[in-house]
């Protein structure tokens, strides 16, 4: 706030009173302790009119101004009137680094003396009196507190003092300052530049000898001036007890002192001075920064001047110039706040060296009294200190404080330019401060790859660096050479290798191990790539090198025309007899394009593993084809089976499997190319053109259910296969039935029937469902064996327009279903044919038919590989490889999660793949209520379980190493245990007497159930427990229907529970687990969980679809602290799956896993 006081105009009272002048007053000669230099400098600073801003306050004596010195300080003084009249200054406080009673403050001073009327000035008389803002402020500094102010009377207006005490408070915190009963201390400087040394180089020879900056403690004098009584270093810690002195100085010179590390004292006693060569650390320089700001004054022994520190790091350079005899001289060039230093004294300060200090005088002081300055070597001039960067070189610095230059000839100028100067250029700056020489501008340096192609796909590459100066190109190799004398760009050359990036991710050859031997590899200087290699370089590598900045590529030589050809090769296999009986020799031509390929060379790449084969021409093709894998297996076997060595393939006329194999990848092919050509369609069109209903459809389609139809007419348009995976009970058979009826409207004239492969248990739904939904297509239903019933198939076939089989009878008599031709087939409960090495999904994959359909709720429940199994069947070109899947897409995504592999499976699948939830389509469904029931087994009950577990945990766990090997061992152990968790009789039948807890806490639930007229399902995985509950029915005179996989009359059973009174309807979980509607019932009881989601939900799906008017009360009955519980949390865990797939971020694997399988036996 007084600064502010500054800015404002003074008032007309005070513009008359605010000066005067005096010829020859006792002002500065009765001033507060100045200097003879301080008074001699102030009286000259205000000779020169440094001095502007002049204010002073009447009542308290407060002069103040702004004085111009090396920067705009500001200076205010306390003046008094004394006794005898005479104004003088009792203290003077300034914002430069001294801090009071300075230059700029005499230089206040003597600007005021010389206005007029200044001695007629009012200025109180010493007398006790408010404490003024200045000292109030001084106070501060040293923590007291300001005396309060007198009392205003009533209408007053406040004296000045009393508002500058007010608002003294809201000022921010100053710089630390002694109060006028506290003396300041400093830390003072003193350069000692010692006489010659006596050099050995030769007789009578001297060197000089290195300047010396040394520094002690003082305190302010009585007088005004720094003395060295009762401070010094080695008393440093006694004078905080005394209080005498102010404590953040006496800190600030505690730790300054803890930074010295002694090695030798210079001139004196140790107690008196310390050589700033002797501190170490770069903390050093922090602590003279923050001197200023913790009121300790760095000053000078002798003239009392400041010390200047500057705030910016000095820089050594090398300075290039043209002297007027020719040549080049290369001299140092030191720079402090970005001025050349000139002067003649620099010396450094710490160990290791951390700055330097420069003086303008050098030659010593003249003597003083009975002390020779002279002799001692003592120079008094201005000093500045400054740090040096922590990277500078210790070679450079020498060379800059000798002061010396080197001269390079004439003749040598154009090679120190060329050569000599780049390499300067890493060790230090080089410049030309008086511009004489116009030095090269630096490049950094490229890296350059030479690639000369040569014949038969071959390139040999080389690197090297290219580095520039001025029209002049120097070339070094890749790596340093031993020996080698070449100073490089260290940074620029790291930079550029790395932004090369690993090239031999592509290409293996270009990449050498560090060292020839050991670690990652590097770049290699040289290469020679051929084949596939040139290919990727050309096509891949070369183009994104060229790209990067300051990398070149330079080619030479005739680079081969390469482009991929993406049409599938054709392999043609022909027979010739042999003069041996019964073996015919084996042609096999491929050819692309027309181009014939030799099969050895397509052999032998692909027994190397590669992807893709290179031709002459510089035409390439992949090699990731199955039928190109499947011919190779197939070669090898034939090979090893005769005995011919002259290298001929061969086949035996009794190697029909071998034979009937090789003729069949023709078929594989055609797929394929189909495969192809459909999706293309698919790509391009779009989403289909939505039909009506079909009107010999007897079904009003749901909106949902016509999106499905349209959908699969559009597919069946196309050629193209897909799996419709809508949630259990969403009417997927109706929406399958509607496409048959719109083929059929669209070719009346079609003769061709539609192949329907399901369940044993679901044939006869799918007749009656058809017959109802479809009455004008006939329908002929395969109930057993050709060879046993003696029906000619095409005869049978002839005029159908569906077909249903059952998947057994489907795999026995494939030999006649592969004969006819179908419009389509259609693999209801599709889940049957997910193991792609069982009988059921080979033939599913061979037959015959231009559309080929999924129908499945569950299309992948264990692993990916099960959804591949579907796929591979309708849309055999999406993912020919089950290895080349299983590597790219279900190891990385199950074992890893990597959910950015999924969403791009995901995006694949989606398609050729509809799926719909119930509770996203159908809005008028009925809620459904999940419960879990824990049941806690009796006594008895608990201690058989536990005791056959201990024995179970015993023999399993050592089994676990090795799951597939011990599997059949391990999943008895589990069956067993998950019996004894229903019923202990289920294991051991002498324990009959053992009540089973959880048939109690069923019946408990089953008697309200039928007594408030409810219909219930119980699903059981063990037909003995199923067994049980039946028989405990039967004891209690409740009436129920039972269905298990050795019921025969199947249709019959159910249909009874249909449309009859039968309260409950026992089922096994595998016979009535999918393809039955039973919504007459609107309770389920699970009796025993299994880890696979899927299982209990087409269980419940059996009435919570459409149909169902009632909410659907689902019970899952789990014993409790028995493995029952550890399945539950299993399957939680796993039922992510197929979702995940679907429509999530991250995937579950669904498999049982080893560990997995322990979880389940262990605590």
Avoid at 308 to 324: G, H, K, W
Avoid at 569 to 587: C, H, M, N, Q, Y
Avoid at 1029 to 1038: C, S
Wanted: proline share 6%; net charge negative.
């Amino acid at each position: 706030m007084w600064f502010l006081a500054l800015d404002h105009t003074p008032t007309d009272r005070w513009k008359s009173s605010v000066t005067y002048s005096a010829a020859d007053s006792r002002l500065l000669t009765r001033v507060a302790e100045f200097t003879e230099n301080s008074i001699a400098s102030g009286r000259a600073y205000a000779d020169e009119d440094r001095v502007a801003d002049i204010v002073l306050e009447p009542a308290t004596g407060l002069l103040s101004g702004t004085v111009f010195g090396a920067q705009k300080y500001k200076t205010t003084a306390k003046l008094v009137r004394e006794h005898d009249g005479v104004i003088a200054c009792r203290v003077g406080i300034c914002s430069c680094p001294v801090r009071q009673n300075c230059k700029h403050v005499v230089a206040l001073i003597a600007a005021a003396e010389a206005e007029q009327s200044f001695t007629d000035f009012f200025v109180p008389e010493e007398a006790p009196r408010e404490p003024t803002y200045l000292e109030t402020l001084l106070a501060k500094a040293k923590g007291g507190k300001s005396a309060a102010p007198a009392p205003v009377e009533g209408g007053a207006e406040l004296a000045p003092e009393s508002w500058e005490a007010a608002l003294s408070a809201l000022l921010p915190p100053t710089t630390a300052a002694p109060s006028p009963d506290t003396p300041a201390l400093g830390l003072q400087f003193e350069l000692h530049v010692p006489p010659p040394r006596f050099s050995y180089r030769g007789r009578g020879s001297t060197v000089p000898a290195e300047a010396v900056l040394n520094v002690r403690p003082v305190v302010m004098g009585t007088r005004g001036k720094w003395v060295k009584s009762g401070v010094s270093w080695a008393t440093l810690g006694y004078l905080a007890y005394g209080g005498v002195h102010d404590k953040t100085q006496l800190e600030w010179l505690s730790e300054f002192l803890s930074s010295h590390s002694p090695r030798q004292y210079s001139h004196g006693n140790a107690s008196a001075w310390l050589a700033l060569n002797d501190f170490a650390g770069r903390n050093l320089w922090q602590l003279l920064a923050s001197a200023h700001k913790n009121g300790v004054a760095l000053i000078q022994s002798g003239t009392g001047d400041p010390i200047r520190v500057s705030t910016l790091e000095a820089t050594l350079s090398l300075d290039v110039t043209r002297p007027e005899a020719g040549g080049l001289d290369v001299g140092p060039l030191i720079e402090v706040d970005g001025v050349p230093v000139t002067q003649e004294v620099v010396g450094r300060i710490g160990t290791p060296v951390s700055g330097l200090f420069i003086s303008d005088q050098s030659e010593p002081a003249p003597s003083s009294g009975s002390t020779s300055l002279a002799r001692n070597g003592v120079v008094r001039g201005n000093i500045t200190v400054a740090p040096l960067p922590a990277d500078t070189s210790a070679q450079l610095l020498d060379f800059a404080l000798r002061k010396e230059n080197v001269h390079v000839p004439e003749l040598a100028r154009e090679k120190f330019l060329t050569q000599f100067y780049p390499q300067l250029k890493q060790a230090a700056a080089v410049v030309s401060a008086d511009h004489s020489v116009e030095l090269p501008a630096y490049v950094e340096p490229t890296l350059s790859l030479l690639a000369a192609y040569g014949t038969d796909h071959t390139v040999r590459l080389h690197w090297e660096w290219h580095y520039p100066v001025g029209s002049r190109i120097t070339s070094l190799p890749l790596w340093p050479e031993l020996g080698e004398g070449a100073v490089r760009d260290v940074g620029a050359e790291a930079r550029l290798i790395a932004s090369v990036g690993q090239p031999w991710e592509e290409i293996t050859a270009m990449g050498v191990a560090a060292n020839n031997a050991w670690g990652d590899p590097i770049l290699a200087a040289s290469a020679q790539l051929n084949g596939l290699d040139t290919l990727a370089f050309t096509e891949v590598v070369a183009p994104l090198i060229a790209e990067l900045p300051g990398v070149t590529v330079e080619t030479s030589g005739d680079i081969a025309s390469y482009r991929e050809v993406t049409e599938a090769p054709v392999v043609t296999i022909s027979t010739k007899a042999t003069d041996e009986r019964d073996w015919f020799d084996l042609g096999i031509v491929i050819t692309l394009e027309g181009q014939y390929v030799s099969f050895a060379a397509v052999f032998s790449a692909l027994a190397a593993g590669n992807t893709r084969m290179l031709l002459p021409s510089g035409a390439y093709f992949s090699l990731d084809r199955p039928e190109l894998h499947q011919l190779r297996a197939l070669i090898e076997e034939a090979r090893g089976l005769n005995d011919h060595k002259d290298g001929e393939l061969r086949i035996s006329r009794f190697q029909a499997g071998l034979w009937d194999e090789l003729a069949q990848l023709g078929i594989v092919d055609e797929q394929a190319q189909a495969w192809s050509k459909a999706i293309s369609g698919l790509l391009d069109g779009g989403p289909p053109v939505a039909l009506p209903s079909p009107p010999m459809l007897n079904a009003t389609l749901r909106p949902y259910q016509l999106d499905g139809f349209n959908w699969l007419h559009f597919l069946y348009s196309f050629g193209l296969g897909g799996v419709l995976a809508d949630d259990m009970g969403l009417g997927k058979t109706v929406q399958t039935l509607a496409l048959m009826c719109q083929v059929k409207a669209e070719d009346p004239d079609l003769n061709k029937p539609f192949l329907v492969v399901a369940p044993t248990s679901v044939v006869g739904n799918w007749a009656s469902e058809s017959l109802k939904f479809a009455p004008g297509l006939k329908v002929v239903t395969v109930s057993e064996t050709f060879a046993k019933s003696g029906l000619n198939s095409a005869e049978f076939f002839a005029g159908a327009d569906i077909v249903i089989t059952s998947y057994a009878l489907f795999r026995i008599d494939f030999a006649e279903y592969g004969m006819q031709p179908f419009a389509g087939l259609i693999l209801d409960e599709a889940q049957f044919v997910k193991n792609h090495q069982s009988k059921a999904y080979q033939c599913a994959r061979k037959i015959k038919a231009p559309f080929k359909l999924a129908v499945t709720g569950t299309p992948m429940e264990n692993n990916l590989m099960e959804l591949w199994a579907l796929l591979s069947i309708v849309a055999p070109g999406l993912f020919p490889s089950p290895k080349r899947f299983a590597e790219f897409y279900q190891r990385p995504i199950e074992k890893n999660a990597d959910s950015e592999l999924l969403s791009k499976l995901r995006a694949r699948v989606k398609p050729l793949m509809l799926r719909r939830t119930k509770e996203a389509v159908i809005a008028d469904l009925p809620a459904k209520q999940e419960q879990i029931l824990e049941v806690e087994l009796n006594p008895r009950h608990q201690k058989i379980y536990q005791t056959h577990l201990q024995r179970e945990r015993a023999k399993i766990l050592g089994l676990l190493e090795d799951v597939n090997k011990n599997r059949f061992t391990i999943f008895q152990s589990l069956t067993l245990l998950r019996q004894l968790s229903l019923d202990v009789s289920l294991v051991d039948e002498t324990q009959a007497g053992v009540r089973s807890s959880k048939l109690d806490v069923l019946f408990e639930q089953l008697e309200d159930v039928v007594k408030e007229g409810h219909r219930a399902l119980i699903f059981s995985q063990f037909t003995g427990f199923l067994g049980k509950v039946r028989d405990r029915l039967v004891a209690e005179g409740i009436d129920f229907t039972y269905l298990d996989g050795s019921t025969r009359n199947r249709a019959a059973v159910v249909d009874e529970f249909k449309t009859g009174t039968a309260p409950l309807f026992l089922i096994s979980l595998k016979a009535g687990g999918f393809g039955l509607n039973l919504t007459e019932a609107d309770y389920v009881f699970i009796l025993d969980p299994w880890w696979n989601p899927a299982s209990e939900a087409q269980a419940v799906d059996r009435t919570h679809r459409i149909g169902q008017k009632k909410n659907v009360m689902v019970y899952r009955l789990v014993a409790k602290d028995t493995i029952e519980e550890k399945v539950m949390a299993l399957k939680a865990k796993k039922s992510q799956l197929f979702s995940d797939v679907m429509s999530g971020d991250s995937l579950s694997s669904g498999a049982l896993t080893a560990t997995d399988l322990a979880g389940l036996f262990r605590d």
